[in-house]
């Protein structure tokens, strides 16, 4: 009898077990660290987590554990994965949010971030006064509130080309700090002629921020062009056909589709592997692209192509936001760990460049200190800068050696935004929305590498895109825009 009731007490046990793991499993808890320190789980951009994000994240929390008792669980998502996990209340403490992925407005709009409008004032009074106010204002708040910290970068968008120096050179070309994008044709052509290969090869997203020189109001179909202010059409908000300058790129990529500048299999294939000597193309800053390239194993120039602009949507490149169901224990931890990541460079380096003397080491050039990264550097832990925090507060790389001060100095230059901090409500107007995205779907990768004839296949664009309701929605934009700049 005793020995029925011991099977019976421990069966009990166990399913009292069982049962306590599905309610973590299934709301989301999350377990603490066991030495005290409070833990956050940080969703950051990234299809792939890094081959060394264990032991870089380990490095970094040792680290910010001393510091401010908070340590971290790095998790790397892509566009999918951000909207599916938002959308099913998967959990998190902070997360990345911009103008491009994980929306900002939407998700502010709709609740899912955190108000920090006074907490990052009173517990973390060094972050808030190491971003400059107008970044606090246009990019990280919403109808008065903050709800992100905005991530320092570049916060114009500017486009360049990063070109192959020294084959460039030796065709006799000398390569300008800017050129305009038709302007590029002779060195195609004589690339081609020379090398006999593909000199503007890309994969299916075509030139890394060709499209920016427009604020993207509505997927890829609805835009506000930089170059219309000052003109009578600013404050528009117009489809992608009427303007202009992105037009002509896509006649011209398709006029370079045909000549065989560009590889047959663009529209189909992710990306152009390392390998690949020629022309890439990225939103970058002067500076950026300069000397050699591990990428490509060559020596490289940036040439600007496009901008600066500026506007919300570039303030807005790059932030990062507190979940709305967070505890404020959790957001102030949030806080503290974004504010170590933006006042103590050693810290920020661990997190942008990874373990010193495993990944990188320290390295002087001309009296400036900086990084040179190793090979497992260069392969185990390499992204973005903007993915783990702010650029500017990163060491520079031994490669590429700017000052932040003149960068930023620039952008007094830009071509400013007259749409000021708007950003498009979708509500009335969703299903509209998600079904021109759907036309887009269709011609998006075909249309930025140009394999796509725009010219011909532009009526047939127009129409899909009109039964799908494109003009309700450039009229609710455009209703809200102009209810906007009234107030």
């Given at each position: 009898?005793?020995?029925?009731?011991?099977?019976?007490?421990?069966?009990?046990v166990?399913?009292?077990?069982?049962?306590?793991?599905?309610?973590?499993?299934?709301?989301?808890?999350?377990?603490?660290?066991?030495?005290?320190?409070?833990?956050?789980?940080?969703?950051?951009?990234?299809?792939?987590a890094?081959?060394?994000?264990?032991?870089?994240?380990?490095?970094?929390?040792?680290?910010?554990?001393?510091?401010?008792?908070?340590?971290?669980?790095?998790?790397?998502?892509?566009?999918?994965?951000?909207?599916?996990?938002?959308?099913?209340?998967?959990y998190?403490?902070?997360?990345?949010?911009?103008?491009?992925?994980?929306d900002?407005?939407?998700?502010?709009?709709?609740?899912?971030?955190?108000?920090?409008?006074?907490?990052?004032?009173?517990?973390?009074p060094?972050?808030y006064?190491?971003?400059?106010q107008?970044?606090?204002?246009?990019?990280?708040?919403?109808?008065?509130?903050?709800?992100?910290?905005?991530?320092?970068?570049?916060?114009?968008?500017?486009?360049?080309?990063?070109?192959?120096?020294?084959?460039?050179?030796?065709?006799?070309?000398?390569?300008?700090?800017?050129?305009?994008?038709?302007?590029?044709?002779?060195?195609?052509?004589?690339?081609?002629?020379?090398?006999?290969?593909?000199?503007m090869?890309?994969?299916?997203?075509?030139?890394?921020?060709?499209?920016?020189?427009?604020?993207?109001?509505?997927?890829?179909?609805?835009?506000?062009?930089?170059?219309?202010?000052?003109?009578?059409?600013?404050?528009?908000?117009?489809?992608?056909?009427?303007?202009e300058?992105?037009?002509?790129?896509?006649?011209?990529?398709?006029?370079?589709?045909?000549?065989?500048?560009?590889?047959?299999?663009?529209?189909?294939?992710?990306?152009?592997?390392?390998?690949?000597?020629t022309?890439?193309s990225?939103?970058?800053?002067?500076?950026?692209?300069?000397?050699?390239?591990?990428?490509?194993?060559?020596?490289?120039?940036?040439?600007?192509?496009?901008?600066?602009?500026?506007?919300?949507?570039?303030?807005?490149?790059?932030?990062?936001?507190?979940?709305?169901?967070?505890?404020?224990?959790?957001?102030?931890?949030?806080?503290?760990?974004?504010?170590?990541?933006?006042?103590?460079?050693?810290?920020?380096?661990?997190?942008?460049?990874?373990?010193?003397?495993?990944?990188?080491?320290?390295?002087?050039?001309?009296?400036?200190?900086?990084?040179?990264?190793?090979?497992?550097?260069?392969?185990?832990?390499?992204?973005?800068g903007?993915?783990?925090?702010?650029?500017?507060?990163?060491?520079v790389?031994?490669?590429?050696?700017y000052d932040?001060?003149e960068?930023?100095?620039?952008?007094?230059k830009?071509?400013?935004?007259?749409?000021?901090?708007?950003?498009?409500?979708?509500?009335?107007?969703?299903?509209?929305?998600?079904?021109?995205?759907?036309?887009?779907?269709?011609?998006?990768?075909?249309?930025?590498?140009?394999?796509?004839?725009?010219?011909?296949?532009?009526?047939?664009?127009?129409?899909?895109?009109?039964?799908?309701?494109?003009?309700?929605?450039?009229?609710?934009?455009?209703?809200?825009?102009?209810?906007?700049?009234?107030?």
């Amino acid at each position: 009898m005793k020995k029925k009731l011991w099977i019976i007490l421990v069966a009990v046990v166990l399913v009292a077990a069982i049962v306590a793991g599905v309610l973590i499993a299934v709301t989301g808890k999350k377990q603490e660290p066991a030495d005290g320190a409070t833990k956050i789980v940080w969703w950051v951009y990234g299809s792939d987590a890094p081959i060394d994000t264990q032991l870089v994240v380990e490095a970094a929390n040792k680290y910010s554990a001393e510091k401010i008792g908070v340590v971290v669980e790095l998790l790397f998502k892509g566009d999918d994965a951000f909207e599916r996990d938002m959308q099913v209340g998967e959990y998190y403490d902070m997360t990345f949010t911009c103008d491009w992925a994980n929306d900002f407005g939407t998700n502010a709009l709709n609740g899912n971030f955190y108000d920090i409008t006074e907490l990052v004032k009173k517990e973390t009074p060094a972050l808030y006064s190491c971003i400059d106010q107008k970044y606090w204002d246009v990019a990280g708040s919403l109808n008065g509130k903050i709800y992100a910290v905005p991530t320092l970068k570049d916060m114009a968008s500017q486009q360049f080309l990063r070109m192959d120096k020294e084959r460039y050179e030796a065709m006799g070309f000398t390569l300008p700090e800017y050129i305009e994008f038709r302007d590029l044709e002779p060195m195609l052509k004589a690339y081609k002629e020379t090398y006999n290969d593909y000199p503007m090869a890309m994969g299916k997203g075509g030139l890394t921020g060709m499209t920016n020189s427009a604020q993207w109001i509505a997927g890829s179909y609805l835009c506000s062009p930089y170059h219309l202010a000052g003109t009578e059409r600013e404050n528009k908000i117009i489809p992608f056909w009427e303007d202009e300058v992105l037009m002509e790129r896509y006649q011209l990529l398709h006029k370079w589709y045909e000549l065989g500048y560009i590889n047959p299999d663009a529209a189909t294939v992710e990306s152009q592997g390392k390998e690949v000597r020629t022309i890439r193309s990225g939103s970058a800053w002067p500076g950026y692209y300069v000397g050699h390239t591990s990428w490509g194993d060559m020596e490289v120039q940036g040439v600007c192509y496009a901008g600066p602009f500026m506007s919300t949507a570039t303030m807005r490149g790059a932030m990062n936001a507190i979940n709305a169901a967070a505890t404020e224990k959790q957001a102030i931890a949030c806080l503290k760990y974004l504010e170590l990541l933006n006042t103590d460079r050693t810290f920020r380096d661990i997190l942008r460049f990874g373990v010193e003397g495993t990944h990188f080491n320290y390295v002087d050039v001309n009296g400036v200190k900086a990084v040179e990264r190793t090979q497992q550097g260069n392969d185990n832990w390499s992204m973005d800068g903007f993915v783990t925090g702010s650029v500017v507060n990163a060491s520079v790389t031994s490669d590429a050696i700017y000052d932040w001060n003149e960068i930023f100095k620039g952008y007094e230059k830009a071509l400013v935004s007259t749409l000021g901090t708007y950003t498009f409500d979708k509500t009335n107007v969703e299903a509209e929305c998600a079904a021109c995205s759907a036309v887009m779907a269709k011609y998006n990768a075909e249309m930025l590498t140009g394999t796509l004839d725009i010219d011909a296949k532009l009526p047939e664009i127009k129409a899909e895109l009109e039964a799908a309701g494109i003009y309700e929605i450039q009229k609710e934009a455009q209703r809200q825009l102009d209810e906007y700049l009234g107030k």
